[in-house]
């Protein structure tokens, strides 16, 4: 019995919207940076906030922070309005800025006491949890370094290790690893899936969809102030009517032959450039790739590499928007 009222405790506790956004409006003069915005996380997620630059993230996490007054809408975090003075509930929050914000004249080690120390007031308590974040991050060789000395990747790892060492239950994460070497890149995405398994809840911002598609469990796409789709990233792949795309390089047709790969089944576009580059678009179906290739050895055609690709959620982006997540 105790063992069963303890599960439900727990999925209980899963179920919990940690953030509840409802109509968020935010305007900067005459441009409408966030536009109905609306977003629920539960506790327990890595959310990715995914979209092309300037379509609102750092906008929505910062009204989120009560940084920005905003001009209509509601934000609840752990079930309370969140206000400038809403300490208690600041405190339960971790930040790592999408600039790197630390203090120059301040030491790897002082910069983490120091931001530690705005929530921790226990100088025994402080120092352990320096010491986890700087073993966290991989800074131990370098606690006496002024930040002018770092790399750029050990930078971000200091900029992380600031916003996470007093071990906050949601930790909010823009764009961490922008002009970041793939090293420090693997290093901090690994990192966030370890804090995720700590018991942390994780929201993400990124233009880089490889890496949101790596370590989120849902994701929001964001275009314009507003949310295009939210979900897995498999149900976001499954919105979409790209199921495969087939990609054949040195290939030369004709026109006939070309409207007749457009009438194959589960063909719905192709495109045929003066590089002679076939792209195929299927709706998901099997053996797409064996009734081209078959095609193609009827006519006697000739060609070079074949590609043959799942959905990306540029695909959704592209079929949702009509342009690229990278224009
Ligand atoms: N302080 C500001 N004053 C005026 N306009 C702003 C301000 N901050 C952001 N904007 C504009 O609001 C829109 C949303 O910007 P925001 O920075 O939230 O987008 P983002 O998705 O975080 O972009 P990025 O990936 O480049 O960080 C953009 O058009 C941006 O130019």
Do not use: W
């Not at 809403?86 to 910069?111: C, H, W």
């Not at 974040?133 to 930040?147: N, V």
């Not at 002009?179 to 995405?189: C, E, G, K, Y």
């Amino acid at each position: 019995m105790a063992v069963i009222q303890q599960c439900s405790f727990i999925c209980r506790k899963r179920e919990v919207n940690m953030i509840h956004i409802e109509n968020l409006v935010k305007r900067y003069g005459n441009l409408v940076a966030l536009d109905h915005f609306n977003l629920d996380i539960r506790e327990g997620e890595i959310f990715g906030l995914l979209g092309p630059n300037g379509s609102g993230k750092t906008t929505a996490i910062n009204c989120l922070l009560a940084l920005l007054k905003y001009d209509k809408g509601t934000i609840t975090v752990f079930g309370e309005e969140m206000h400038p003075d809403s300490y208690d509930l600041k405190r339960q929050i971790g930040v790592v800025p999408q600039n790197v914000a630390v203090f120059e004249q301040m030491t790897v080690l002082e910069n983490i006491d120091y931001f530690c120390g705005l929530y921790v007031k226990n100088r025994e308590e402080r120092k352990r949890l320096t010491e986890e974040a700087i073993a966290f991050t991989g800074l131990e060789d370098y606690r006496k370094m002024f930040p002018r000395k770092l790399s750029g990747g050990l930078l971000r790892r200091l900029n992380i290790a600031c916003g996470i060492a007093h071990q906050p239950r949601l930790i909010i994460m823009d764009e961490p690893t922008v002009a970041v070497d793939p090293q420090s890149r693997n290093r901090i995405l690994e990192g966030i899936q370890e804090l995720n398994r700590k018991g942390a809840t994780v929201i993400y911002t990124s233009h880089y969809m490889e890496e949101v598609e790596q370590i989120c469990s849902r994701i929001m796409i964001m275009d314009h102030g507003r949310s295009i789709a939210t979900g897995t990233a498999e149900e976001l792949k499954r919105m979409i009517k790209t199921g495969e795309t087939i990609i054949i390089e040195g290939i030369a047709l004709t026109e006939a032959q070309l409207e007749e790969i457009r009438g194959l089944p589960h063909v719905f576009e192709t495109y045929y450039d003066e590089k002679n580059m076939l792209t195929v678009k299927c709706t998901s179906a099997r053996h797409n790739l064996v009734r081209l290739l078959n095609y193609l050895q009827e006519q006697e055609v000739a060609f070079g590499r074949v590609l043959s690709e799942l959905p990306t959620l540029n695909d959704v982006f592209l079929e949702i928007t009509g342009k690229e997540l990278r224009d």
